[in-house]
């Protein structure tokens, strides 16, 4: 029942010998990799990453070591030879948030400086009365406090010690990561003995695993020690190490417990001095398990467990897993993590490489790689970011993908690795639909409902919305979020301030059932969200000279002036009213209030405003690019890192080819941002330039990530390491190669001129429909559809002249053309729909 089956034969017959490798990719089966197998999906090099080049500790983990997490555990390996260390971290364990020594803390707001809603209020009205220099400096009032901001922390270091390794030599040494398993491996010979290491991080099982075997059966000594980086001290008993305790800053319960399960008669682990050591084992397997007595519930953020409940829970869980053992868990990791990566393979015409791949992007940046290591580097990039997501964000993960992932080496990691909701929690979840990971958006949906309760509180207090935690009246929450609640703006106003970044937000989450159709979960989960921020931007609106609706005070971030609407603001809550219509009319909103909305929308500011260089407005003061009537200088300028005023034409939908004057205006825009930026300022590039339908611009864009935003082990680099710049790589290739934004699906809208020839499986367009397609010289040769859910189909691709399309048996399907050149046809649930140029008349 593979869609792909049928376009696979078509396309035996023109690359007999790419599809052998894709078919290898596709992850049905899953034969061992050889260590020197390079074309397949693996980053692998040949030192430990403590002997990659780089200087310092932090350098060497961000840009060498290799990570592996089930959603919420995650760790990095570092492959040393005789001194073996992994990072390891559970997602939850944070400082900051209610603690005994913080009685007053309320997520950072600051009543006397919000004033139930009053300085907003004031803003508003001395900015209607043209007075904006002074409206603009009480902007500093709405502001929020810093204590209890805390950061995400790292859980500690688990060392694995080898004695008698690393005095000879050591040859044919491999640390690698498979993307199709999820697993990674230290394998080196050493003494006419051969090594080999295995780490994954389980979701069914949730215990972090590592396996050590050697080639004669007989393993040197091994010491075990887990240094915490919380002050716990470690407790060995029998065949395991106990760390727990609790976070001094709020007392946070932490408790982990490595297990281990050593093979062999003479085996024989002894315990002492909260260290393990493991002798005469042919093999040896830890379990790890780690947990938090946190809870994503306001105002207390504790399950209420004891430290005893929570003991239980952590060794029951590694109980359970190493009594079935490493095979079992292994077999059972690997069914669960292939399933889902297996959905999506994408063939650009790779070729094998014989490079490791800090080589590999080495030869990429100085121009020595061959094609086809080319497009091998860029495929394993893309699907990386899968890789990614299936490890830091798991539909059983407590909280959502922070700014590193799930991955953290110290206590005080950049912006506190939180929730930045003013791009980058978003650009993290761009991904996830398209490339079939729904389910992975979960802990994303559940992190946004529960800021509902604290950001009521916030909406209360700056801006005068009535009713407290349970009124839903609206929430607002800003740029910078915590697990706990954390909704105030920040305590600067010119990052902080960003009350739009929930309607933005909220797009990821409305997008769940645009791609998945699932109507019962959009009810429960996803419209009360809506609705009640729809309802709170509808209130808040206000009328500016014109007549027309504005938020106020405004602030495009993170630069520029402070003003009465802007393009950021205002393209926000078209989107959010038009998505809340939408959701309105699926559940049977009363028409009184659709009608509210659509009023609002419709009278609205701008959104899109055009200037005298051609450009989409940042402001609406602006008149040149980024100078205003009296030439002076509004923001930053060229390449500034955010695209605030271009939402509308990615993520959003406001700005497609339907509006051609506007369309132009954002490409005039994109040129004047340059093509230079940090990590995910490329990720939003190659997606902006994807939907201008520039397919060479974003291929170059990806050429300058590799270039300037990746490391050795192809984390994205802001700097420092942030992941959200792997996500929204990932997120723009999709959107080259497929895009459904506009009401129909666009087969190959961006393809560039390098990527001639390819196919894709598995990719999703909204509607539901599972989309696979080849092409060859730059035309669409045969595209599959499979509908998963039924309804009407719009198939638009200019790759090709006119489309037919024909059921699974090779029946024609009745369909209509529309103007634009595409079909239409209706789709069953299940039917698969093979659509294939006709030849031209
Ligand atoms: C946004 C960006 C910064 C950084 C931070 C985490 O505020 O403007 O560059 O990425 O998020
Ligand atoms: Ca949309």
Not at 120 to 142: K, M, N, T, V, Y
Not at 233 to 262: F, H, M
């Amino acid at each position: 029942m593979r869609v792909h089956v049928c376009l696979y034969r078509s396309l035996l017959r023109l690359f007999p010998v790419m599809l052998t490798l894709s078919a290898a990719g596709s992850a049905v089966a899953l034969p061992e990799l050889s260590a020197q197998s390079s074309g397949a999906l693996r980053l692998w090099y040949d030192r430990p990453a403590s002997q990659g080049g780089a200087s310092g500790e932090d350098e060497i983990w961000q840009r060498f070591t290799l990570p592996i997490g089930n959603g919420d555990v995650g760790a990095n390996i570092y492959g040393e030879i005789s001194e073996e260390r992994l990072t390891v971290n559970e997602k939850t364990l944070w400082t900051g948030g209610p603690s005994p020594s913080r009685p007053g803390y309320i997520g950072g707001n600051l009543p006397e400086k919000g004033r139930h809603g009053a300085t907003l209020r004031r803003i508003r009205e001395l900015f209607a009365q043209g007075r904006s220099g002074e409206a603009s400096a009480l902007c500093d009032s709405l502001v929020g406090g810093r204590d209890g901001y805390g950061a995400y922390q790292s859980w500690g270091t688990l060392r694995l010690t080898f004695s008698g390794l690393g005095a000879a030599e050591i040859r044919d040494y491999i640390r690698d990561l498979d993307l199709r398993t999820a697993i990674a491996s230290v394998s080196f010979a050493c003494g006419g003995i051969r090594f080999r290491r295995e780490y994954f991080v389980s979701n069914p099982d949730n215990v972090l695993v590592i396996r050590l075997e050697a080639s004669d059966g007989v393993l040197p000594d091994v010491g075990i020690a887990f240094d915490s980086a919380q002050g716990g001290v470690p407790e060995s008993r029998e065949n395991a190490l106990v760390l727990a305790g609790s976070v001094a800053d709020n007392g946070l319960r932490y408790d982990s417990e490595i297990r281990v399960t050593a093979e062999g008669e003479a085996a024989e682990v002894r315990a002492a001095d909260g260290a393990l050591s493991v002798s005469g084992a042919d093999a040896v397997t830890l379990y790890l398990c780690a947990a938090t007595d946190y809870a994503s519930v306001f105002p207390h953020y504790r399950t209420g467990e004891t430290p005893e409940m929570l003991r239980r829970r952590v060794t029951a869980t590694v109980g359970a897993a190493a009594e079935k053992g490493y095979r079992a868990v292994r077999a059972d990791h690997v069914a669960d993590y292939a399933s889902r990566f297996g959905r999506v393979t994408l063939d650009l015409g790779q070729g094998p490489s014989a490079r490791p791949t800090d080589g590999l992007l080495e030869a990429y940046r100085d121009g020595t790689a061959t094609e086809g290591e080319r497009r091998l580097l860029e495929v394993l990039l893309f699907q990386y970011g899968r890789y990614l997501m299936l490890s830091s964000s798991r539909e059983n993960s407590l909280l959502p993908a922070n700014l590193q992932g799930v991955w953290n080496n110290v206590n005080s990691p950049a912006w506190s690795s939180d929730y930045h909701l003013n791009v980058n929690l978003q650009m993290n979840y761009w991904p996830v639909y398209s490339t079939d990971l729904a389910e992975c958006a979960l802990p994303l949906v559940a992190y946004v409902n529960a800021l509902r309760r604290p950001g009521r509180v916030t909406a209360e207090i700056y801006a005068g919305i009535p009713g407290g935690p349970d009124g839903e009246n609206g929430f607002m929450a800003h740029t910078q979020n915590t697990p706990f609640g954390w909704t105030c703006p920040g305590w600067s106003f010119d990052w902080g301030w960003s009350p739009t970044a929930v309607p933005w937000i909220l797009q990821n989450c409305w997008e769940h059932y645009e791609y998945t159709g699932d109507l019962d979960f959009m009810r429960r989960h996803v419209y009360p969200m809506l609705r009640e921020e729809a309802v709170m931007f509808s209130g808040l609106l206000t009328a500016d000279a014109d007549g027309c609706y504005v938020t106020s005070p405004a602030y495009s971030p993170e630069h520029g002036p402070r003003t009465h609407g802007n393009t950021y603001e205002q393209t926000l809550v078209w989107q959010l009213l038009t998505d809340a219509m939408a959701a309105g009319r699926l559940v049977g909103e009363d028409a009184a209030v659709l009608a509210d909305w659509q009023r609002k929308r419709d009278g609205l500011k701008g959104p899109v405003e055009i200037g005298r260089d051609g450009q989409v407005l940042e402001w609406y003061t602006e008149t040149d690019f980024n100078r205003d009537a009296q030439g002076k200088p509004l923001g930053q300028g060229f390449g500034h890192r955010h695209l605030s005023h271009l939402l509308g034409l990615y993520p959003g939908d406001l700005i497609t080819r339907d509006t051609p004057e506007w369309f132009e205006a954002a490409r005039v825009s994109m040129n004047l941002r340059t093509d230079r930026s940090t990590g995910w300022g490329m990720g939003h590039r190659i997606a902006l330039w994807a939907r201008l339908g520039d397919g060479d611009r974003a291929h170059r864009l990806i050429g300058t990530l590799f270039a300037v935003g990746i490391y050795p082990n192809l984390w994205d680099a802001h700097p420092p390491f942030q992941i959200d710049g792997n996500f929204g790589m990932t997120a723009g290739v999709a959107e080259m190669l497929l895009q459904s934004h506009a009401g129909y699906i666009h087969l190959l809208p961006a393809l560039p001129a390098a990527w001639a020839a390819g196919c894709f499986d598995g990719l999703v367009a909204r509607g539901n429909f599972r989309v696979s397609a080849a092409w060859v010289g730059g035309r669409l040769q045969e595209a599959v559809l499979l509908s998963r859910k039924g309804g009407q189909a719009e198939v638009f691709c200019e790759r090709v002249g006119r489309l037919g399309v024909r059921d699974a048996a090779g029946r024609p399907v009745p369909f209509e053309r529309t103007s634009a050149g595409g079909i239409v046809f209706m789709t069953r649930k299940g039917g698969r729909y093979v659509l294939t140029p006709l030849s031209e008349e």
